[in-house]
C-alpha cells in the first residue's frame, strides 16, 4: 500500500452540505474505502485548505479514480499528493 | 496542545545538502523537537512541496518561533496550517449557540416560591417512581453543617442532580443551585431556557471557558448558597472516573466554603448517557464527611483531594501521588480546563 496526501478545499456546496450534513464526512470515508483505499488520518485545517486527508491505496490508478470521483460531485476541490514515509526516503536516499 | 501541519519545500540550497547528507532531514526534525514541537508523522511527497509534516505544538507562537528558527537556517519554505483533528471538528459543527449569562432572578424570592411549589411536581415525583429504592447513608456527616456549600458528585446520568437534591437536608436542599453544561442546557435554539433556572435553580457553565466562569457561583457561595457540581465536567459513559477539574476547588477556596462529596451508585441503570427514557432501579447515595480546603495550598492539591475523597467513598484506592502522575506525562492535568459542571 502506498501513501498519499489529499489536500481538500470544499466549494460553496460543500460548504453547504457539511453545514446541514456533518456526518457526511464519515459517508464519503466509507466510499473511499469501498473503492479500494483507506483514510488513515484526518484533519481540518485553518488556511489555504479545509482538509487534509492521508489515504492509503495501492497504486496512482486508484487514487485517480477516487479524486475524480469525488471532484466531480463538485462540493470539494482536491489536490493529490503522492507520499512517502520520511524514514524510508531517508533510506532511499542514502543506499543511491 | 494543538496540531499543525507543515508543508515544506526545499530551495535549492537545501536540494544540495540533501544531497550531500541525507541525515539532515533527523537533524532537522530533532531541532524542532528542542524547540517545543512533537513530530507526529513526516512524509515526503511528490508535487507541489517536498515534505508534508504533522506536528503538535503548545500554541501557535511555539510554531511561528520554530518556523523562524527553521526557514531562517536558508535551505526550506514552509507553509503551516493549524489544524484540528477531525472528530473534534464535527462536534465543533455540530455545536450551536448557547446562553452563558445566568439568570439573575434565579435566587429571588419569588423564584423560589416557585420552584419549592413545584418540586413535588419537577423532582420529587421522578425519584419516587424511578429510584426503587432510594438508600441514603451518611447524613449524620451533615449533622452540624451550616451554610453553603460545594456539594460534588459522580455524575454519570440525568437523574443524578434530582436524586442528589432529595439526598441532602433540607437546610442545602432549600438554597443549592446546581451547575449546568451552557450547551447542554442553555442552547439558544430551546424555547424555554429559563426553564432550567427556575425549576432547578441551574446556571450556565461554558466548559472549557476558564475562571471566569466561576465569579457568578463563588459570589452566591458568599452569601450562603450551596452549588452542585460535577467535578469531572461530564457524564461517565462506563462509571469510570474521569479526572476532576479544578472549578470545585478554585471556588471553595475563593468562597471558603467545604465541600461536601457524594457517591451515587445505580443511576447507570435508571438511565445512562444516551438514553432518554429512565426505567426504575435500586440508587444508593453515600454522602462522605464535609472536607475544608482552609490552608491547602494549591489549587491542584486541593483537587487532588477531593477527587481521593470521592474515590474513598467509592471504595477505591486513592489515585497515584503527584510525584508519580509527574514521572507519567500521559496523564492530563486537570487543569486544563477550570469550569467542570454537568451535561
Same mark, same amino acid.
Given at each position: 500500500?502506498?501513501?498519499?496526501?489529499?489536500?481538500?478545499?470544499?466549494?460553496?456546496?460543500?460548504?453547504?452540505?457539511?453545514?446541514?450534513?456533518?456526518?457526511?464526512?464519515?459517508?464519503?470515508?466509507?466510499?473511499?474505502?469501498?473503492?479500494?483505499?483507506?483514510?488513515?488520518?484526518?484533519?481540518?485545517?485553518?488556511?489555504?485548505?479545509?482538509?487534509?486527508?492521508?489515504?492509503?491505496?495501492?497504486?496512482?490508478?486508484?487514487?485517480?479514480?477516487?479524486?475524480?470521483?469525488?471532484?466531480?460531485?463538485?462540493?470539494?476541490?482536491?489536490?493529490?499528493?503522492?507520499?512517502?514515509?520520511?524514514?524510508?526516503?531517508?533510506?532511499?536516499?542514502?543506499?543511491? | 496542545?494543538?496540531?499543525?501541519?507543515?508543508?515544506?519545500?526545499?530551495?535549492?540550497?537545501?536540494?544540495?545538502?540533501?544531497?550531500?547528507?541525507?541525515?539532515?532531514?533527523?537533524?532537522?526534525?530533532?531541532?524542532?523537537?528542542?524547540?517545543?514541537?512533537?513530530?507526529?508523522?513526516?512524509?515526503?511527497?511528490?508535487?507541489?512541496?517536498?515534505?508534508?509534516?504533522?506536528?503538535?505544538?503548545?500554541?501557535?507562537?511555539?510554531?511561528?518561533?520554530?518556523?523562524?528558527?527553521?526557514?531562517?537556517?536558508?535551505?526550506?519554505?514552509?507553509?503551516?496550517?493549524?489544524?484540528?483533528?477531525?472528530?473534534?471538528?464535527?462536534?465543533?459543527?455540530?455545536?450551536?449557540?448557547?446562553?452563558?449569562?445566568?439568570?439573575?432572578?434565579?435566587?429571588?424570592?419569588?423564584?423560589?416560591?416557585?420552584?419549592?411549589?413545584?418540586?413535588?411536581?419537577?423532582?420529587?415525583?421522578?425519584?419516587?417512581?424511578?429510584?426503587?429504592?432510594?438508600?441514603?447513608?451518611?447524613?449524620?456527616?451533615?449533622?452540624?453543617?451550616?451554610?453553603?456549600?460545594?456539594?460534588?458528585?459522580?455524575?454519570?446520568?440525568?437523574?443524578?442532580?434530582?436524586?442528589?437534591?432529595?439526598?441532602?437536608?433540607?437546610?442545602?436542599?432549600?438554597?443549592?443551585?446546581?451547575?449546568?453544561?451552557?450547551?447542554?442546557?442553555?442552547?439558544?435554539?430551546?424555547?424555554?431556557?429559563?426553564?432550567?433556572?427556575?425549576?432547578?435553580?441551574?446556571?450556565?457553565?461554558?466548559?472549557?471557558?476558564?475562571?471566569?466562569?466561576?465569579?457568578?457561583?463563588?459570589?452566591?457561595?458568599?452569601?450562603?448558597?450551596?452549588?452542585?457540581?460535577?467535578?469531572?465536567?461530564?457524564?461517565?459513559?462506563?462509571?469510570?472516573?474521569?479526572?476532576?477539574?479544578?472549578?470545585?476547588?478554585?471556588?471553595?477556596?475563593?468562597?471558603?466554603?467545604?465541600?461536601?462529596?457524594?457517591?451515587?451508585?445505580?443511576? !447507570?441503570?435508571?438511565?445512562?448517557?444516551?438514553? $432518554?427514557?429512565?426505567?426504575? %432501579? *435500586? &440508587?444508593? #447515595?453515600?454522602?462522605?464527611? +464535609?472536607?475544608?480546603?482552609?490552608?491547602?495550598?494549591?489549587?491542584?492539591?486541593?483537587?487532588?483531594?477531593?477527587?481521593?475523597?470521592? !474515590?474513598?467513598?467509592?471504595?477505591?484506592?486513592? $489515585?497515584?501521588?503527584?510525584? %508519580? *502522575? &509527574?514521572? #507519567?506525562?500521559?496523564?492530563? +492535568?486537570?487543569?486544563?480546563?477550570?469550569?467542570?459542571?454537568?451535561?
Amino acid at each position: 500500500m502506498a501513501t498519499y496526501i489529499m489536500l481538500s478545499t470544499l466549494t460553496d456546496e460543500g460548504r453547504k452540505t457539511l453545514k446541514e450534513r456533518p456526518e457526511r464526512m464519515q459517508e464519503v470515508n466509507r466510499e473511499i474505502e469501498a473503492m479500494g483505499a483507506r483514510v488513515t488520518q484526518q484533519y481540518a485545517v485553518l488556511g489555504g485548505y479545509d482538509f487534509i486527508n492521508i489515504l492509503e491505496c495501492p497504486d496512482n490508478e486508484t487514487i485517480a479514480r477516487i479524486s475524480v470521483e469525488l471532484g466531480s460531485r463538485g462540493t470539494v476541490v482536491l489536490t493529490t499528493l503522492p507520499a512517502l514515509p520520511v524514514d524510508t526516503f531517508t533510506q532511499m536516499l542514502k543506499g543511491k | 496542545m494543538g496540531t499543525y501541519v507543515v508543508f515544506t519545500k526545499l530551495t535549492p540550497q537545501g536540494r544540495k545538502n540533501l544531497h550531500a547528507d541525507p541525515t539532515r532531514l533527523q537533524a532537522v526534525t530533532k531541532q524542532a523537537e528542542q524547540l517545543g514541537a512533537k513530530v507526529v508523522q513526516q512524509y515526503a511527497t511528490v508535487g507541489q512541496y517536498d515534505f508534508v509534516t504533522m506536528i503538535e505544538a503548545e500554541d501557535n507562537a511555539t510554531v511561528q518561533l520554530i518556523g523562524a528558527e527553521i526557514s531562517g537556517l536558508g535551505t526550506m519554505k514552509l507553509t503551516t496550517f493549524p489544524a484540528i483533528k477531525m472528530d473534534r471538528f464535527q462536534q465543533l459543527l455540530k455545536m450551536e449557540p448557547y446562553r452563558t449569562e445566568p439568570h439573575m432572578w434565579q435566587t429571588s424570592l419569588w423564584a423560589r416560591a416557585v420552584r419549592r411549589i413545584g418540586r413535588p411536581w419537577t423532582t420529587t415525583r421522578y425519584v419516587k417512581q424511578y429510584c426503587k429504592p432510594l438508600t441514603i447513608e451518611g447524613r449524620e456527616n451533615l449533622a452540624n453543617h451550616k451554610g453553603g456549600a460545594i456539594v460534588i458528585a459522580n455524575h454519570s446520568s440525568h437523574f443524578d442532580s434530582p436524586v442528589v437534591y432529595s439526598t441532602l437536608p433540607g437546610s442545602i436542599r432549600n438554597k443549592l443551585m446546581m451547575a449546568a453544561a451552557a450547551d447542554k442546557f442553555y442552547a439558544s435554539r430551546k424555547k424555554r431556557v429559563w426553564w432550567p433556572s427556575l425549576f432547578q435553580n441551574a446556571f450556565p457553565v461554558h466548559r472549557g471557558g476558564g475562571v471566569k466562569q466561576l465569579e457568578y457561583p463563588v459570589s452566591k457561595l458568599k452569601s450562603g448558597w450551596s452549588i452542585l457540581i460535577y467535578p469531572e465536567g461530564g457524564r461517565s459513559k462506563t462509571g469510570q472516573f474521569a479526572r476532576f477539574k479544578a472549578g470545585p476547588a478554585i471556588m471553595a477556596m475563593q468562597a471558603n466554603v467545604p465541600v461536601i462529596p457524594i457517591y451515587m451508585e445505580g443511576l !447507570r441503570d435508571i438511565m445512562p448517557k444516551g438514553q $432518554r427514557e429512565p426505567r426504575p %432501579a *435500586a &440508587a444508593h #447515595a453515600r454522602i462522605g464527611k +464535609p472536607i475544608s480546603l482552609e490552608g491547602v495550598a494549591s489549587v491542584s492539591e486541593a483537587t487532588s483531594m477531593l477527587e481521593n475523597a470521592m !474515590r474513598e467513598l467509592a471504595g477505591l484506592p486513592p $489515585r497515584r501521588t503527584s510525584a %508519580a *502522575a &509527574a514521572a #507519567a506525562p500521559a496523564e492530563v +492535568p486537570a487543569m486544563a480546563s477550570a469550569g467542570g459542571g454537568a451535561s
